[in-house]
């Protein structure tokens, strides 16, 4: 079974940086895609970045896109999300999730296995 923990949120100012990692376990983290995705209160979870298995094609939606880096290591377990020139807007619970189909992908349905989140709250 897919075990997925997230870290590395926390509160920054405006412009400025945080890492997410999500750790993998419990199966060959190479064999799945990964995406992630946020929720911000009152609002419905909204697609950020994916990446192929083997990292080499990634996606974005267009509100990150330029700002934001998404990145996996196979040998550690582990997928990242570097987040640049931070805005307000981009407050909201980040949550990284795992598929067993190849490619990027921008859809949720497409995700079966889902961590805990890590908030992120970026101040004025």
């Known amino acids: 079974q897919v075990q997925l923990v997230e870290s590395g949120g926390g509160l920054v100012q405006a412009g400025g940086s945080l890492r997410l990692s999500c750790r993998f376990s419990g199966r060959t983290f190479r064999d799945y895609g990964m995406g992630w995705f946020r929720q911000a209160p009152g609002k419905e979870r909204e697609y950020v970045a994916s990446?192929?298995?083997?990292?080499?094609?990634?996606h974005y939606a267009d509100s990150v896109r330029d700002r934001f880096t998404i990145s996996r290591d196979n040998d550690k377990n582990t997928g990242y999300l570097q987040m640049n020139n931070l805005e307000p807007e981009d407050t909201a619970i980040y949550y990284c999730?795992?598929?067993?189909?190849?490619?990027?992908?921008?859809?949720?349905?497409?995700?079966?296995?889902w961590g805990q989140g890590t908030q992120v709250t970026v101040s004025s």
């Open positions: 990446i192929s298995r083997s990292g080499l094609t990634t």
């Open positions: 999730g795992t598929t067993p189909y190849d490619g990027p992908h921008s859809s949720d349905l497409m995700y079966n296995s």
